[in-house]
């Protein structure tokens, strides 16, 4: 292993270069680590944003205008101040000290807009239905021997050969479990199988893809891409109004003896109808199975 760092004269007196340790994460423990060292004092601590866990696809930019122009005017003393000072095309330069201090303002509005519209990020347990509780404890452990073997490289330098090869092992053996979790969470289906979901495991062999309508051609120059327009094209084509009649007769609501008795049916008791159906029977004369 080679641990070189090369400064000039004035950083190795001013002491800029210092922290230096062998990051083992990093590397993922392969034949090439990371060296990691320190640039000038600490300042302040930087977070990683990605650690928010915020759900940026089901983020709205409209909530995410209305909240950074809610934010906007909040601070407004701030903001305007930021014009009239700084944020001008007569201001041609600027000391460090107001370039920070307009970043933090800047960075804090679009934090708070950013807590305010976008949804935090919360994964369900159906993601991974095979995943126990000593697939949890196994995870643990190699968490903490990660740790002990970070905190041995920075105190002494070099990585400790007893806790690399724990954490190989560690790695192997929650690559065995997942393995067997998953056989024995899919064989578990597959014998409590039925007649109502057995033809779903077939599904495990096909390659599902999602494929995008061609183009709609509605009568005119232009055809019809958007979804939208193709639900108008495809209501005009199969269900198209009626035709006036010539004479049509006048509407009567009066009741008379032969009609029909009125039963009311509620929405339930419609969904009890089409969820209690046989899944498997032939289709009848109404093109219905059930």
């Not at 641990?3 to 034949?31: K, P, Q, V, W």
């Not at 930019?61 to 007569?90: D, P, S």
């Not at 330098?157 to 560690?170: A, E, G, I, Q, T």
């Not at 969904?271 to 004369?285: E, M, R, Y």
């Amino acid at each position: 292993m080679i641990d070189l760092t090369f400064t000039n004269a004035a950083a190795s007196r001013a002491r800029a270069i210092s922290g230096h340790y062998i990051d083992m994460e990093i590397g993922c423990l392969s034949d090439h680590h990371a060296t990691i060292f320190q640039i000038g004092p600490p300042r302040e601590m930087v977070t990683n944003p990605c650690e928010s866990k915020l759900n940026w696809k089901h983020a709205s930019e409209e909530e995410f205008t209305k909240a950074l122009k809610e934010e906007i005017t909040h601070e407004n003393q701030k903001v305007e101040n930021l014009k009239g000072n700084l944020l001008n095309v007569n201001r041609c330069t600027a000391f460090p000290e107001e370039l920070e201090e307009a970043t933090a303002i800047i960075h804090k509005i679009v934090e708070n807009a950013t807590a305010k519209s976008v949804p935090i990020r919360r994964p369900s347990k159906a993601l991974k239905p095979w995943w126990n509780e000593d697939l949890t404890k196994s995870y643990r452990e190699l968490r903490q021997t990660r740790d002990a073997l970070r905190g041995w490289v920075k105190d002494f330098n070099r990585p400790s050969v007893y806790l690399v090869d724990k954490v190989k092992s560690l790695q192997k053996d929650i690559c065995t479990q997942i393995r067997k979790a998953k056989q024995e969470h899919y064989r578990k289906l597959t014998e409590e199988a039925n007649p109502g979901n057995m033809w779903d495991f077939r599904k495990w062999t096909k390659c599902q893809r999602t494929y995008i309508s061609p183009p709609l051609i509605n009568g005119t120059d232009r055809p019809a891409v958007e979804h939208k327009d193709k639900c108008n094209v495809l209501r005009e084509n199969l269900f198209p109004q009626p035709p006036p009649l010539p004479e049509a007769p006048a509407i009567n609501l009066t009741p008379r003896n032969e009609d029909m008795e009125y039963v009311s049916v509620t929405k339930r008791e419609v969904h009890d109808t089409i969820f209690t159906a046989a899944q498997l029977n032939a289709p009848g004369i109404s093109g219905l199975m059930g």
